[in-house]
């Protein structure tokens, strides 16, 4: 297992190396600059659209309800463990490069949205598919298409075997462990190990839970995650806000030790360069597994949309974004710090959900135990609803790969529901692992589309708000 597991960390080296880095920021800074720092000039008019559905739009699911399929997919166990392991892995200042990696994410979360929509294809019984094979195809042109299919292959590793199925569960079944058997007092023999009734108990319910909702298809995702997800993200953000309260005095401090750890200040003098390199690569990894930006998952949700205008799709697909990553991750990150549960990760070498678990446990004058129901919740809900958006993710990617086939749809759900229920059973860090491998491998044939239609982004965006000053939107 070992040399697997050290495999997996070369090739991830290797994915998230200093290249993808530069693309990924590079892209976003690029967008940022041809767009005009759209994401902070309109970030208002974005906000408004988010809960204002389009009244004559085609699609499947109202727009509202396409960015809470996104978000579902995006508001995970990313923004609870994936930045407690980012700040532990990386340092403080892995939080910091994950917020500027999503400040230009927003501009090119803004440019999938645009393209998702201009390029979808809408058949005669409304089904909508749409997303980066389609905008590298019917964008780039015919000979592209091998790039269009390798992105599709991409997504389908990535929801079956990593960002929407194993690390999910796998979050969920850690949470329901440190609550209801910390101890792992009570086991059961399993694939000859012994592991706790709770976690087997976790990966039973909700691999039955998922298979329950994603039978139904994008009409029953949107349903259900238009009601978890704005009730799991005001809920958390409740928390977190009362940890940062309670110990507002230490935020100061903890904001200088992000700022100084991003640039390896805190550093020996030769290893300045490396701590910043290392801050770096963890925080705009995990960055992209929580927001998802670049990634070309999220414009497959947006093509659902019941809309008429790209521009307006891209402008509430950026909220997604702004959400996820400067709101929650920031507040997770944060918390970690204030409440010492980085210290105590780094003495005791905590990972994933048990650091998290410790600011809970630590942050409000409540017994850890309590600490650890509200975040197993939380962690359980978060990690469903991207196990939801992740499935409908992949199987549209399938949708294009087979041309449709009714048949290998029907394989792949259950296959994905077995995946959620092995989850549990593979060890946290070559979960982890896998999950940046395919993030990345998904990544690059997105960001080359991106830059390849950053033209047809700035002429649609022009028209847009050309029409929008002229009062011609109707």
């Not at 389009?54 to 463990?81: H, K, P, Q, R």
């Not at 195809?137 to 199925?165: P, Q, S, V």
């Amino acid at each position: 297992m070992k040399q697997f597991t050290d495999l997996l960390v070369s090739i991830d080296d290797v994915v998230w190396g200093v290249p993808m880095i530069i693309l990924i920021m590079g892209t976003g800074l690029f967008l940022t600059a041809r767009l005009g720092i759209l994401q902070f000039r309109r970030l208002g008019l974005a906000l408004r659209y988010m809960v204002k559905n389009e009244a004559d739009g085609e699609g499947e699911v109202t727009s509202f309800g396409a960015l809470c399929t996104a978000m579902a997919a995006t508001i995970g166990t990313g923004n609870i463990v994936g930045v407690a392991t980012a700040v532990v892995a990386g340092g403080p200042g892995a939080l910091f490069w994950m917020i500027i990696a999503a400040c230009f994410g927003m501009a090119t979360k803004y440019s999938e949205g645009v393209l998702s929509i201009k390029y979808r294809v809408l058949k005669e019984d409304g089904h909508a598919l749409g997303g980066p094979f389609y905008y590298i195809e019917r964008g780039m042109g015919k000979n592209w298409k091998w790039l269009a299919k390798l992105f599709a292959i991409f997504g389908m590793g990535a929801g079956l075997l990593g960002i929407g199925t194993i690390t999910q569960v796998n979050g969920i079944a850690s949470a329901a462990q440190s609550f209801f058997d910390p101890n792992n007092e009570n086991t059961v023999a399993l694939f000859g190990r012994d592991y706790s009734i709770a976690i087997v108990a976790a990966a039973v319910i909700v691999a039955v839970i998922t298979a329950l909702v994603v039978i139904g298809g994008i009409q029953r995702i949107a349903s259900v995650t238009t009601i978890i997800v704005p009730f799991m993200a005001i809920a958390y953000v409740v928390v977190c806000v009362s940890i940062l309260i309670a110990n507002i005095t230490r935020i100061p401090d903890a904001v200088v030790e992000v700022v100084s750890s991003a640039f390896g200040l805190r550093a020996a003098a030769g290893g300045a360069l490396g701590a910043l390199m290392i801050a770096m690569q963890k925080g705009v990894a995990r960055g992209i597994f929580s927001n998802e930006a670049g990634l070309g998952s999220a414009p497959i949700a947006a093509a659902a949309a019941q809309t008429k205008e790209p521009v307006r799709q891209g402008l509430i697909s950026m909220t997604g974004t702004f959400i996820d990553t400067i709101v929650i991750c920031t507040m997770t990150g944060l918390t970690v710090m204030v409440t010492g549960a980085y210290d105590v990760a780094v003495e005791k070498g905590l990972e994933g959900v048990q650091v998290t678990a410790v600011a809970f446990g630590q942050g409000l004058p409540w017994s850890a135990q309590a600490g650890s129901f509200v975040l197993m919740m939380c962690l359980a809900f978060f990690a469903f609803t991207t196990i939801l958006g992740w499935d409908y993710y992949s199987e549209r990617c399938l949708e294009y790969l087979s041309g449709g086939s009714k048949g290998a749809l029907t394989v792949y759900r259950w296959l994905y529901i077995l995946a959620v229920l092995a989850g549990p059973f593979i060890t946290v860090s070559a979960v982890w692992t896998i999950a940046d491998i395919f993030n990345g491998l998904m990544a690059i044939p997105n960001l080359i589309a991106l830059l390849a239609l950053n033209g047809i982004i700035v002429a649609e965006t022009r028209s847009y708000f050309k029409r929008l000053n002229e009062n011609r939107l109707g």
